[in-house]
Structure formats: C-alpha cells, structure tokens
C-alpha cells in the first residue's frame, strides 16, 4: 500500500470531516521509494497546508515509511500539468475547440446604479461598487463582501455591478445565485452526474455574485464546493461580490479560513437609511413607476417606515394601488388609508426610545448627542422636545425618562416639559415642529 494512502487514512482519522475534505483530499502526490511529493492547487493553498498540517504530515510519512522516506516536499501544480510538459516534444494534433454558451446571469432589469439611491448609510458601499467596476478583480476589493440587514439595497448593488460590467463589456460572464440556489445546483449536479457542468458554470467567470452566502454555512459538501469555486475564481483573476446579514468572522458554522479569506479583500457594511435617504427612495421609486409622489406624502411615509427599504417599497406599492384605484392624486389623505393598519400599529409602538430616534432625524443629530449631556443649544432644545414628548406620549415618570436620557435627575426632566410648553405658546417654529413629531409618531 501507498504511504500517502496510509497517510489519507490516519489523517481521516484525526481531523473533522469538513476540514480533511477541504484541505487534505485534494491534494496530489508522486511518491517513490526516497520521497514524497505533494502539488496543492494553488498558492494560497499551499500556504494554508504548509502552515498547519505540513509538519504532521511529514510525521507520518516517517513513521509509516520506517523512515525510508526522508523528503516531503510541497509545491503548486497538478500532475496533469507534469505530464503535459512530458510530452510538449511531441505535440499532437490540437482538439477542436468548443464553443461554450455564456450563462444567464440572472439579474434583475431593475437593480442598476441609476435606480439606487445614496445615502449615508451606504455611500462606502456605493464607492466600492464603482471601484469594482472601473477595476474588476483588483486584490483590493476581491473579494467585496458586503454586510448588513435584510432590506439595506445589498443585492441592488451587487446585481447593479453585474449589469454595469455587462454594459462595459458586452460578452463578460456575470453569474447571480442566492446561497439557496448555489446548494440546489450543487446537490442536482451530484444526482444528475453533471458534476463538472456545474463546476464549469460557476468557475469560468469574470464575475460570480453570490447573496446571502451566511446560509451556506454548515453545509458540508455544498460548502466545500464553494471553497474551490472561491480559490478557482480568485486564481483566474474572477471578480467575487458576496453579501451577507453580518461581518465575515461572526457568520457560525464557518471555517475559519474561509471567514479570514473573505475578509482579504474589502468589507463594507451597510446601514438603514436615514430619513433625507428615505424620501429619496420613495421619490425614486414612485419616479420609475410614473407616479408622482409630492415630498409632503414621501415624508410622511418615511417618518412611519424606519427599518429597511423592503418595507419602504411595500408600502409605497399599497399607496399607489390605492391612489389608482380611487382615480386620485398621491396626497397625505391617500397615504393615511392606505398605511392605516400600518399606522395602527406603528401607534402602539411609541416608546421613549421611539421618541428619541424620532427626534434625533428630524432634526438630524446623532442619536447619542441626544442623549449625552452636552448643552450646546442645536442639542439642547430638541433633547427638551424628546423629554416632554416622552411625558406626552408615554406617560412614565420623570425619573424613568431622566434614566433614559443617560441617567437625568427628574427635577432636569420637569424643567424641560415646563419650557416646552412655554416654548410652544411663544414661538411659532417650536409649536409646529411639536405638532409635526407628534403626527409622526401618532400617526
């Protein structure tokens, strides 16, 4: 029996089955009577065997060998290409060459750049893109892999790269899969024996878009596959983008090579949308469905729909149907029929917090400049309005409010309902943008 053979099955033995079938079994050897000679796929590879199993290897090849073979080297190639070299001298007759269909890259019509909206919450993310696109495959953004929650404009941005490359080149190969649909493709391919159908579908690209890729995590044989697609890519000069719900070291059931790898490139998160962000979108979007959407009514849904840009198109799609269907104008009146149960709810949501990220976007502060004790008057007076909103709309106590406000004294909380109410009887400005926080949150 082959040493390397033993060696396979101590080595079985004593690594997980995900680790030995990533790193081990693809391994090739040319073994002879003095030494053993091991070829890993590519460079990076190579590292990563060298840096944590050479050593151990070279044990067992000892022990197995009773020491007859004293050298085990390590090196990139395959045999395949060894032998190719062997027979250079005496060339035979080139195959025809088959022309291969370019894949469907699967993209949506309507995720391009001039659909999406920027704002501060993904300007990094929108300047990442266009870096790929000026430069695809660059070491410093291969790959991108950009994170954040559901609904932020990931997979917009990462199919927006795929129509902008197919735009600059008309005959790149772009390929878009969801985790989901890469394991289904994978677990088909085993069942239909087109194993190397499906290899070649996901490896012969200039640009492989993959979303949420958290979900392949703990999938053994799928995720190995995605190993090799990854290093194949990457050695090909193949642009990757990836997206995930979070930071590349906090997905579990990950390899930890794979987590460091993916982070070798650039890695940008995305945040929710700040509300200019939101009527922005609203506009946009009620712009390529040829509606007009006035700001009043695009400000009003913003300030009622916070959590994602999903949300926010949904509920813009139930204000137009029901502006279409009532043959009217998009107004304030529409937009409260429409998103009535929306605002039903909304309304049993007011909280302090609630309060506190209302008024920090109106007036547009940072949240925790709100809260802070700083008392320059651009904080000052909208940290009043919060408190005596909270008072209003809540009804706790003063020295439960003070708590949330970074631990205030109650005796600060009553001062500030006591000048905010003198305040709204004495200026103008102050009363209407009472009155306009309080519509918001009420709905």
Avoid at 134 to 149: C, E, M, V
Wanted: net charge neutral; charged share 25%; proline share 5%.
């Amino acid at each position: 029996m082959m040493i390397w053979t033993l060696c396979l099955e101590r080595l079985q033995d004593e690594m997980p089955a995900n680790l030995f079938g990533m790193w081990i079994r693809p391994l090739q050897v040319e073994e002879s009577d003095t030494y053993l000679r091991l070829l890993a796929p590519n460079p990076f590879f190579r590292k990563h065997i060298a840096e944590k199993y050479l050593e151990r290897i070279r044990l067992l090849v000892a022990d197995f060998s009773e020491g007859r073979i004293n050298q085990v080297s390590l090196d990139v190639g395959t045999k395949f290409a060894r032998a190719e070299e062997s027979t250079r001298l005496t060339p035979s007759p080139p195959p025809p060459i088959a022309v291969q269909e370019r894949p469907k890259p699967a993209l949506n019509d309507g995720f391009t750049l001039e659909n999406f909206v920027q704002g501060k919450g993904n300007q990094l993310a929108y300047a990442a893109c266009q870096s790929v696109i000026q430069k695809p495959a660059d070491t410093n953004h291969n790959p991108l892999f950009l994170y954040g929650a559901t609904g932020l404009g990931k997979t917009h941005l990462m199919q927006a790269v795929g129509h902008a490359l197919l735009a600059k080149k008309h005959n790149a190969r772009v390929l878009y899969l969801t985790s989901e649909k890469f394991v289904g493709g994978f677990v088909s391919a085993l069942q239909r024996g087109a194993i190397d159908d499906f290899k070649k579908s996901c490896r012969d690209l200039d640009l492989l878009l993959i979303d949420d890729i958290h979900f392949l995590a703990g999938k053994g044989a799928s995720l190995e596959e995605f190993f090799y697609t990854f290093n194949t890519l990457l050695e090909n000069n193949g642009q990757i983008i990836l997206t995930s719900d979070r930071y590349p070291k906090e997905i579990p059931d990950l390899d930890e090579q794979l987590k460091s790898r993916f982070s070798w490139g650039l890695t940008v998160q995305l945040d929710p949308p700040d509300l200019e962000n939101r009527v922005g979108i609203l506009r946009k979007k009620a712009e390529i469905n040829k509606m007009e959407l006035p700001k009043p009514a695009a400000l009003f849904i913003a300030q009622h729909i916070q959590a994602n840009v999903r949300e926010l198109e949904g509920a813009l799609n139930k204000v137009m149907a029901t502006a279409r269907f009532q043959g009217r104008a998009i107004d304030i009146d529409i937009v409260k029929h429409a998103l009535k149960d929306v605002l039903a709810v909304r309304a049993r949501q007011v909280n302090i917090d609630s309060i506190q990220k209302m008024v920090a976007e109106y007036y547009r502060i940072p949240l925790r400049e709100l809260t802070a004790h700083k008392r320059t008057r651009i904080y000052a007076r909208p940290r009043q309005i919060a408190m005596a909103l909270a008072r209003e709309l809540t009804g706790s106590s003063y020295p439960d409010i003070g708590l949330a406000f970074e631990g205030r004294d109650h005796s600060t909380v009553m001062h500030a309902c006591e000048k905010v109410d003198e305040l709204r009887r004495l200026d103008k400005e102050v009363a209407e943008d009472y009155h306009n926080l309080i519509r918001s949150l009420h709905g």
